[in-house]
């Protein structure tokens, strides 16, 4: 009986250990690339595990959740346009959500230009939202905040 009792507490603790371990198939890392004209980029390299995938910005609403870059107000950096997605994207109507997907395997960029002023070191403060999804289910969305130093 003791026996019993102390395998099913392993199998138990065992499983709520993995429960706890939060899966998550993205890895982002952040950079800055000095331009030549007083303009930098901050880049956002999303790394994502095989047989994983995150969303556009530009997904159809409806859907799951694209990702979202939001950039913190600095008054020694202006953002200048959009935040552009770089990598090889992949379109399709996703019966799921019955809606047209955006979706990103592999790796993807998202760059934001800005202009800082001349010789000022400065950071750069934001948060990215996304949602990576394999074939066979989706995992709630997440954030992560970051910081870029200039």
Not at 90 to 106: A, I, L, P
């Amino acid at each position: 009986m003791k026996n019993l009792i102390l395998v099913l507490a392993g199998v138990i603790f065992t499983f709520s250990v993995q429960a706890q371990k939060a899966k998550n198939p993205v890895s982002f890392s952040y950079k800055a690339v000095k331009k030549t004209d007083g303009t930098v980029d901050i880049i956002a390299l999303a790394t994502i595990e095989k047989g994983w995938h995150i969303y556009s910005q530009n997904t159809d609403k409806g859907g799951p959740v694209p990702t979202n870059i939001a950039f913190k107000l600095n008054p020694l950096a202006k953002k200048t346009g959009k935040v552009l997605e770089k990598g090889k994207v992949e379109k399709t109507f996703d019966k799921t959500f019955g809606v047209n997907v955006m979706y990103y395997s592999n790796q993807v960029q998202f760059i934001q230009n800005f202009k800082i002023k001349n010789g000022i070191k400065t950071s750069i403060y934001g948060t990215v939202e996304y949602m990576v999804c394999d074939d066979e289910m989706c995992l709630p969305p997440k954030k992560e905040n970051f910081e870029v130093k200039i």
